[in-house]
């Protein structure tokens, strides 16, 4: 008799046990795909800001050519030159950083 609940409480320390293990792997997996989730918001983060330094950029320029005072066919090339260099110096950077 005492053999028999013996076995029975070793049968379900077996069965908790199983279930804390598989617990544990699901738990590991999540916490896997979430540290790679985190991973690529951090890359895109640092893409948007990034574009967000560009547009900036960009906006700056425009007011620039927008205040100076020149014809607009002189105001338009000025703006596609500057807009020209920029995205040289940002390919430079770009470069630089890698």
Do not use: P
Not at 31 to 44: F, G, H, P, R, Y
């Amino acid at each position: 008799m005492e053999k028999l609940r013996l076995a029975e409480k070793l049968k379900g320390l077996q069965k908790q046990s199983m279930a804390l293990v598989n617990a544990h792997q699901q738990l590991k997996r999540e916490n896997e795909d979430l540290v790679s989730q985190n991973s690529q918001l951090k890359a895109e983060v640092e893409s948007l800001g990034g574009q967000l330094t560009d547009f900036q950029n960009q906006d700056k320029i425009t007011k620039i050519v927008s205040n100076t005072t020149v014809e607009k066919e002189e105001s338009a090339e000025l703006k596609y030159k500057l807009n020209e260099y920029i995205k040289e110096i940002d390919r430079c950077i770009a470069h630089l950083s890698q």
